[in-house]
């Protein structure tokens, strides 16, 4: 199964929090697993399972890259992938706050 996770660089914008995030989401029906890290800066990953990896992506972008409160916060702070089978090597960058990477699609 592949899962889509949401990484939050809560070091690059603290206009919203990480709650928020989760809420917007749960509003939209998705209930995330989160877990959090320090790698150079912390960050929370709101992680998502599905079966339908590619209707999820489209879910979360319109429901909350798209969103007109939240949407510009999450475009600034969050890198999102889509990690498949075969570990951390097997994934899709579905978005990044940095505009100049290179975006996967599915």
């Not at 809560?10 to 029906?29: E, F, H, Q, W």
């Not at 209930?31 to 320090?38: A, L, N, R, Y």
């Not at 978005?95 to 599915?106: I, M, Q, R, Y």
Request: proline share 3%.
């Amino acid at each position: 199964m592949k899962y889509l996770s949401i990484q939050i660089q809560t070091n690059r914008d603290d206009s919203y929090s990480v709650d928020d995030a989760i809420d917007l989401s749960r509003k939209l029906g998705r209930f995330p697993e989160v877990d959090s890290g320090d790698d150079k800066g912390k960050f929370i990953h709101l992680n998502y399972f599905s079966e339908d990896v590619a209707r999820l992506w489209s879910d979360l972008k319109t429901g909350m890259l798209d969103d007109a409160v939240l949407g510009p916060w999450l475009r600034k702070v969050a890198v999102i992938v889509c990690e498949g089978n075969k570990g951390p090597d097997d994934y899709l960058l579905l978005w990044h706050w940095d505009a100049s990477e290179k975006l996967d699609s599915l």
